[in-house]
Nanobody, 125 residues
């Protein structure tokens, strides 16, 4: 069974940095695109970033472009999200997800099948 476990979320001041990790098991990790999404209280889940199975194609939401970097280590079955220049509006639960679809690049959450439980990121002003 597929399991995704996120870590790295914490309370940080505005302007600070965090690196989130998502460890995957139960699947051939290097065969699938991975994505990061976030959900703030009272808001819909939104796309943050995605990476192709080999890591050669990346996509970012406009709101994080230039500040966040997605990467993956297929030998460790892990995907990362480096977050710099954090803002209070980045506060959310961040979840990673696996896409079995060739349409992973769309950023639509409906293209992602398996989800982790999430890790809380809180940015104070």
């Amino acid at each position: 069974q597929v399991q995704l476990v996120e870590s790295g979320g914490e309370l940080v001041q505005a302007g600070g940095s965090l690196r989130l990790s998502c460890a995957a098991s139960g699947l051939t990790f290097g065969s699938y695109a991975m994505g990061w999404f976030r959900q703030a209280p009272g808001k819909e889940r939104e796309f943050v970033s995605a990476i192709s199975n080999g890591g050669g194609s990346l996509r970012y939401a406009d709101s994080v472009k230039g500040r966040f970097t997605i990467s993956r280590d297929n030998a460790k079955n892990t995907v990362y999200l480096q977050m710099n220049s954090l803002k209070p509006e980045d506060t959310a639960i961040y979840s990673c997800a696996v896409s079995l679809s060739s349409s992973w690049y769309s950023g639509s959450r409906y293209e992602y099948k398996y989800w982790g439980q999430g890790t809380q990121v809180t940015v104070s002003s």
